[in-house]
């Protein structure tokens, strides 16, 4: 029974992501991303290159053997390609996270098809893939799409160790 599980969990799994390829072609225009104003840049994921991943999130060319994480308050990150169509449908997700965690989360996006060495760094071989990078310890990594409240847990429990029984008792206060 347990192995019916996980095969089946597998499969869902393989349906729900994109396979990375090194030959993908372009088949949209990266430029006609939407554009973010001033007001909701705070809280929109933010896209991010090879150079500004060193920047803010981990300088691997410096620190190759050791997660060092330079934020200032924890991120997921998530490997995309415009082509994916399940990146397509965790995108929404992905700005509702923004929104909900503003202020306590930071949300970047990496196009793995612009971005391959970051794509390489992570072994990224299948998309949509979510770096989910707590303020201390090693980041996970969860590839496939899952739902917003799949997300969310994640986030609350590993990102920033709010335990289950902490949730609950506070929504019943609410």
Same mark, same amino acid.
């Given at each position: 029974?347990?192995?019916?599980?996980?095969?089946?969990?597998?499969?869902?799994?393989?349906?729900?992501?994109?396979?990375?390829?090194?030959?993908?072609?372009?088949?949209?225009?990266?430029?006609?991303?939407?554009?973010?104003?001033?007001?909701?840049?705070?809280?929109?994921?933010?896209?991010?290159?090879?150079?500004?991943?060193?920047?803010?999130?981990? *300088?691997?060319?410096? =620190?190759? !053997?050791?997660?060092?994480?330079?934020?200032? @308050? #924890?991120? &997921?990150?998530?490997?995309?390609?415009?082509?994916?169509?399940?990146?397509?449908?965790?995108?929404?997700?992905?700005?509702?996270?923004?929104?909900?965690?503003?202020?306590?989360?930071?949300?970047?996006?990496?196009?793995? *098809?612009?971005?391959? =060495?970051? !794509?390489?760094?992570?072994?990224?071989?299948? @998309? #949509?893939? &979510?770096?989910?990078?707590?303020?201390?310890?090693?980041?996970?990594?969860?590839?496939?799409?899952?739902?917003?409240?799949?997300?969310?847990?994640?986030?609350?429990?590993?990102?920033?160790?709010?335990?289950?029984?902490?949730?609950?008792?506070?929504?019943?206060?609410?």
């Amino acid at each position: 029974m347990t192995r019916l599980i996980l095969f089946i969990f597998a499969g869902l799994l393989m349906m729900t992501s994109c396979q990375q390829s090194g030959n993908v072609e372009e088949t949209t225009d990266h430029a006609a991303r939407p554009a973010v104003n001033e007001q909701t840049a705070d809280i929109k994921p933010e896209f991010l290159t090879a150079k500004t991943f060193r920047e803010k999130v981990w *300088d691997y060319q410096a =620190e190759p !053997a050791q997660w060092v994480y330079k934020g200032e @308050i #924890p991120c &997921i990150i998530d490997f995309y390609a415009d082509w994916c169509k399940p990146c397509r449908m965790v995108a929404p997700i992905m700005d509702d996270l923004a929104d909900i965690y503003s202020g306590r989360v930071k949300v970047y996006k990496i196009d793995t *098809d612009k971005e391959r =060495e970051l !794509a390489t760094v992570f072994q990224i071989t299948s @998309i #949509p893939a &979510i770096l989910f990078s707590p303020m201390e310890g090693k980041p996970a990594l969860q590839p496939g799409a899952l739902s917003k409240e799949n997300y969310i847990s994640i986030i609350d429990e590993f990102v920033l160790g709010i335990s289950n029984d902490t949730l609950h008792t506070s929504k019943k206060g609410s």
